[in-house]
T-cell receptor
Framework: KQEVTQIPAALSVPEGENLVLNCSFT??????LQWFRQDPGKGLTSLLL?????REQTSGRLNASLDKSSGRSTLYIAASQPGDSATYLC?????????????FGKGTKLSVIP | NAGVTQTPKFRVLKTGQSMTLLCAQD?????MYWYRQDPGMGLRLIHY???????AKGEVPDGYNVSRLKKQNFLLGLESAAPSQTSVYFC?????????FGPGTRLTVT
């Protein structure tokens, strides 16, 4: 059974710092990996999706990398801002037609201190 | 576009009561999903649908039923609510890879 782990569970950094959030998964046979952001009391917002054949994806100050063979993904946030404070979740999708079930990590709660 | 919407936003039920949660999407997505989010457990898939008129079980389907009579709507039903169903419920939809989530329904069963 696929398991997704995110360490640390919480992270606090001063504004302006670059930071890395980690996601690891036990079964390297994945179709894709998705990073989400969740603000308190809100739904999930998709940030980046990386297909299994890709190594990284970038959107603005965010860069996500994928090393499928080692079962790891990182989300790099450049020049962090207080507005980046949220919980960040990663999720993996298994391969195969008809496989829609995402397995989520429990998230990393990020606080960016002004 | 409104994206994915959920009704209601909050609800308190007594044990044994029934209710239906409504999810609607205006993106013409084929696939729709119901998740629950619990502290320390993360998000878990309850049921999903790959198209109008079709549904399938996810990781934690017991105690829930679903229906997809129209492509844009996905209903989640609780026939006899239990305190263990206290949770935040999220609906999501996708065309293929990327899932888009609704704002959630906070349900408390007393």
């Amino acid at each position: 059974k696929q398991e997704v782990t995110q360490i640390p569970a919480a992270l606090s950094v001063p504004e302006g710092e670059n930071l890395v959030l980690n996601c690891s998964f036990t079964d390297s046979a994945i179709y894709n990996l998705q990073w989400f952001r969740q603000d308190p009391g809100k739904g999930l917002t998709s940030l980046l999706l990386i297909q299994s054949s890709q190594r990284e994806q970038t959107s603005g100050r965010l860069n996500a990398s994928l090393d499928k063979s080692s079962g790891r993904s990182t989300l790099y946030i450049a020049a962090s801002q207080p507005g980046d404070s949220a919980t960040y979740l990663c999720a993996v999708r298994p391969p195969g037609a008809g496989s829609y079930q995402l397995t989520f990590g429990k998230g990393t709660k990020l606080s960016v201190i002004p | 576009n409104a994206g994915v919407t959920q009704t209601p936003k909050f609800r308190v039920l007594k044990t044994g009561q029934s209710m239906t949660l409504l999810c609607a999407q205006d993106m013409n997505h084929e696939y729709m999903y119901w998740y629950r989010q619990d502290p320390g457990m993360g998000l878990r898939l309850i049921h999903y649908s790959v198209g109008e008129g079709t549904t399938a079980k996810g990781e934690v389907p017991d105690g829930y039923n679903v229906s997809r009579l129209k492509k844009q709507n996905f209903l989640l039903g609780l026939e006899s609510a239990a305190p263990s169903q206290t949770s935040v419920y999220f609906c999501a939809s996708s065309r293929d890879n990327e899932q888009y989530f609704g704002p959630g329904t906070r349900l408390t069963v007393t």
